[in-house]
């Protein structure tokens, strides 16, 4: 991953590479989160204000379906993947310093054909937010989102923070969309160095997918929004100290889903089409991770540490339960996310 980066002036900036976005302030993002894989990227970002107080971003993106692009390659050549684009706008606003509120389009546009080209026209290059949307129609060939999220800084210690977004309002099968809230408690109880958050999310079945499954809000099989898909509800919270150069770190997260059956499409799987011949009722799962570790930081700079910790992965599925725990020792710079929380 990587990009080149060009501040235009002091109101405008440039960015051309090749990696991965998130959108909100939790852990986990319904709109566009860093799940998936890097994807080819050129974003765009405007700050106008006495103080920069609202900033507005358009990037567009290319994705990867993994099925064959249709174009017929050599033997003994890599085959290609089919092509689909992605165009997102989103709006910030912050005002009274601490409060933040932002809206949020995103679209993947009409993946490619047969010769694995995609036809792409001036609604998906146009930079204005809504206007593609006001065209088509969150209900078309193009599958587009749109959502909003906010953020509350109080008392110097704790922030509020949420988003929602909204997929289809309802189209004979079932209202698209989820909602997230969420806290953060810092220096809780006036202990130094002692933060909390706790966060939940709740997503509708069939919200990311599309009636052409290969529409979905997708890269390499991947979702671009929240690793659990859709039809779920989540709760999840992590709890860390810091005591000089030691740290102390635990997280839990619990969801509930309806997951699919050999004869039923849930919802919850983004890769199969909504359409309304599928609907019924799944098999209930629930899913829990937790855990804890304990750790010496040695460098800062690239937050190189030394840690012991527990991890445990349950999944209460009833025809096929799994659980699997271990203990482990790592010497790591932890710059990534790593997420195994998923059906």
């Known amino acids: 991953s990587g990009f080149l980066s060009w501040s235009v002036c002091n109101h405008f900036n440039i ?30 970002t405007g700050w106008i204000g006495a ?37 997102f706008h989103h709006f910030t606003y912050r005002f009274l ?23 792409l026209n001036f609604w998906y290059y146009n930079p204005v937010m809504f206007a593609s949307m006001a065209k088509y129609g969150l209900k078309d060939t193009n599958n587009y989102m ?7 800084d109080l008392f110097r210690t704790v922030s509020l923070y949420g988003q929602f977004v909204i997929d289809e309002i309802g189209d004979g099968n079932h209202a698209k ?27 509708n079945p069939y919200t990311y997918s599309h009636e052409d499954a290969l ?33 102390a770190y635990a997280n839990i997260f619990v969801a509930t889903a309806l997951v699919d059956t050999s004869a039923v499409n849930a919802g919850q799987n983004i890769f199969k089409p909504n359409t309304q011949a599928y609907i019924g009722v799944g098999e209930e799962a629930t899913l829990t991770t ?6 010496w930081m040695i460098s800062y700079a690239s937050n190189l540490n030394l840690s012991v910790g527990y991890k445990t992965r349950k999944m209460d599925l009833p025809s096929n339960p799994q659980e699997v725990s271990l203990v482990y020792v790592s010497l790591r710079t932890s710059l990534t996310n790593n997420n195994f929380d998923f059906f």
């Open 51 to 87: 103080n920069k107080n609202m900033q507005y971003t358009v990037m567009y993106s290319s994705f990867m379906n993994l099925t064959d692009g249709g174009v017929t390659t050599p033997t003994g050549t890599e085959r290609l993947f089919q092509k689909k684009s992605g165009v």
């Open 97 to 119: 310093r601490q409060f933040e509120v932002s809206v949020f389009q995103g679209a993947i546009f009409e993946h490619a054909d047969s010769t694995n080209r995609q036809n």
């Open 146 to 152: 749109i959502g909003a999220t906010f953020r509350a």
């Open 15 to 44: 960015q051309v590479g090749h990696g991965k976005h998130f959108v909100g302030d939790g852990t986990r993002s319904l709109l566009l989160s860093d799940n998936g894989f890097n994807y080819p990227f050129a974003r765009f």
């Open 290 to 295: 937790f855990d804890f570790h304990i750790g």
């Open 177 to 203: 969309g989820g909602m997230q809230i969420g806290a953060r408690y810092f220096n809780a109880f006036t202990v130094k160095h002692l933060h909390l958050r706790i966060e939940y999310n709740t997503v």
């Open 215 to 247: 529409q979905s809000w997708s890269h390499y099989n991947q979702a671009l929004a929240h690793p659990l898909g859709a039809g779920f509800t989540e709760i999840n919270g992590t709890v860390s100290y810091k005591w000089r150069d030691f740290f």
